[in-house]
Each structure stands twice: as C-alpha cells, then as structure tokens.
C-alpha cells in the first residue's frame, strides 16, 4: 500500500510538472491524466478512493493556489475524486457480480 501510494504521489507531481510547463496550453490531456490516473489507483485498491484523488490530484490546485491564487485549479482535485470514486465503483461493481 505504502509503495502504491508513493507512486501515485509521484503520478501527480508528475502531471502537475507537464501542466505548468512553458508552453502546455492543453487542459483536456491533463484533465485526462488526471481523471485515468487516479480511477487506476482507486482501481487497484478501491477501499480508500479519497486517498487516490488527494495523492494524485491535489498538487495543481496546492501549486496553482499558492503560485498565483488561481482557485479554478480546484477542478483538478474535483476530477481527481471523480475519477477515484468511478474507479472504486467499477471494481465493486465487478466484484458484486462475481
């Protein structure tokens, strides 16, 4: 658990670094990243999906608020819970149909 979640931190820091890039001007392949990266996490380990968005999602709203007080970057945090929580419903969804 320990290690999925450094790597998850690390996804996120990761995709936060590509979105500040000078140049990036392309929120759709972030938003993308974001949402596929933390429903994997969640889809891996589906008990705690809350976990999954904050690790993934929650570092370009921090850089965003803190850099420049742009608050919008909130809905990379609010795609980051979207995509964790569907991911965990799909894995229990499977699992109750087993």
């Given at each position: 658990?320990?290690?999925?979640?450094?790597?998850?931190?690390?996804?996120?820091?990761?995709i936060t670094w590509l979105d500040n890039r000078q140049g990036w001007d392309?929120?759709?392949?972030?938003a993308g990243l974001i949402l596929l990266t933390s429903g994997g996490f969640a889809a891996?380990?589906?008990?705690?999906?809350?976990?999954?968005?904050?690790a993934?999602?929650?570092?370009?709203?921090?850089?965003?608020?803190?850099?420049?007080?742009?608050?919008?970057?909130?809905l990379a945090l609010a795609l980051s819970f979207l995509g964790a929580y569907s991911g965990a419903l799909v894995?229990?969804?499977i699992r109750l149909f087993r």
């Open positions: 658990m320990a290690g999925l979640l450094v790597l998850a931190v690390l996804s996120g820091l990761a392309d929120t759709g392949i972030t891996l380990r589906p008990a705690r999906p809350w976990l999954w968005a904050v993934v999602g929650g570092w370009i709203p921090l850089l965003g608020i803190a850099s420049s007080e742009n608050y919008g970057s909130l894995v229990r969804t």
